[in-house]
């Protein structure tokens, strides 16, 4: 028989095959990030000589263990205790739980387990129903295949579509580094703060509680669109931002291009901006960033008239609202004039549908449509 060996406050040691246990011994669990909790000896070992146990002490919904616990065949006691694991209770006078608590405790444990196989199912309802919905809310981005699903060229296409779509006019550079991180440069235009609220999401993994790992954690949304492990920004300033330092105010706890950095993690620089400067807001106490700004000014505009509600110039025979897909539609013909009454709608204009230029809605917009405009489906 194959000896096994781990670690005990000894040192690393031989360990020994689990001892006869009597049911309603205690078991000492220790899992990550501190979490502990007590088991018992459910019974005799099973047919491969293991022991079972269940969870005795309270459970905590998203604990790091399971109710119901198979011990292995080389359980180590409590006075070998090394990390992660299960302890059975080898004190002078260990504790011993009644055949009346494993009964309750096993009932508990059944009536947990469902629980959580319905919150399970619930959770893969939503996440289904959300997979279904994310294409037609973005009609800028393509899903995913299994054949494209780690393609960088497909990831690529998405990020940069993204970035187009939030941030029109600004230039990106996207480029990948490595097998896992892929880096967004781009000069001015939307601020950091910005930018990470739109494009973190494209990260399908997560930082563990320790700060050590990167764990796989895809979302709904990566499961559809992909996603990179590591998305890394660099914004770099014109040299009109740079010039910005010399009107920075002297602080003596902070050089003036630190500051400006700090302003700058929240300020859009639209583009077309001009006469960059530095301000004073007005607010006379708080953080450094409360107390100035930079501020611009934009080209002057062509003042529309406010279009007065119904489609006047736009007559209801000109619009026409046709199935998309299962959950969408599209509304196409003259849409030009009321684009900003169908964006408020909630509506996404796509030039490239299969039914020529049009704006994409939900299948639930249907009526608010049809009433809005006096329309026919």
């Not at 960088?152 to 579509?161: E, M, P, Q, S, V």
């Not at 990106?172 to 896992?180: A, L, T």
């Not at 964006?343 to 490239?352: I, P, R």
Request: charged share 30%; with cysteine; proline share 5%.
């Amino acid at each position: 028989m194959n000896k096994v060996y781990g670690m005990t406050p000894q040192g690393f040691e031989e360990l020994k095959e689990t001892p006869d246990l009597p049911a309603g011994l205690r078991i000492i669990c220790f899992g990550g990030y501190g979490d502990e909790s007590e088991y018992a000896v459910t019974g005799q070992r099973d047919s491969r000589g293991r022991y079972h146990a269940v969870l005795m002490s309270r459970f905590r919904d998203g604990a790091y263990f399971q109710v119901r616990q198979t011990l292995d065949e080389h359980t180590r006691p409590f006075s070998k205790k090394f990390g992660i694991g299960f302890y059975y209770d080898d004190s002078m006078d260990p504790m011993i739980y009644s055949e009346k608590e494993i009964r309750v405790a096993l009932r508990r444990a059944s009536i947990i387990e469902a629980y959580l196989r319905k919150k399970a199912a619930d959770k893969a309802a939503e996440e289904a129903a959300l997979a279904a919905r994310l294409p037609v809310e973005n009609p800028h981005l393509t899903p995913i295949t299994s054949e494209t699903r780690y393609d960088y060229g497909c990831l690529r296409k998405n990020l940069i579509a993204d970035l187009k779509h939030h941030f029109p006019g600004v230039k990106f550079s996207v480029r990948k580094r490595g097998h896992d991180s892929v880096t967004v440069e781009w000069t001015d235009g939307p601020s950091i703060q910005s930018y990470k609220k739109v494009m973190d999401k494209w990260e399908d993994h997560k930082t563990d509680h320790s700060g050590d790992y990167r764990d796989y954690d895809p979302s709904v949304f990566n499961n559809v669109f992909g996603g990179i492990m590591y998305l890394f920004e660099e914004r770099e300033w014109s040299p009109e931002i740079t010039a910005l330092v010399k009107d920075i105010p002297v602080w003596e706890h902070l050089d003036q291009r630190t500051f400006l950095h700090r302003l700058m993690y929240t300020t859009d620089i639209p583009v077309g901006a001009r006469n960059l400067r530095i301000e004073e807001t007005g607010v006379k106490c708080g953080t450094y960033e409360s107390l100035y700004k930079v501020a611009f000014d934009m080209p002057e505009t062509e003042q529309v008239p406010e279009e007065p509600s119904g489609l006047k110039g736009t007559p209801p025979g000109s619009l026409s609202i046709i199935e998309y897909s299962d959950k969408s539609i599209a509304l196409i013909g003259e849409t030009k004039s009321i684009k900003d009454r169908l964006k408020a709608m909630g509506g996404v204009f796509n030039g490239k549908l299969r039914c020529g230029p049009g704006w994409i809605f939900h299948k639930n917009k249907t009526a608010e449509l049809i009433k809005e405009f006096g329309l026919t489906v």
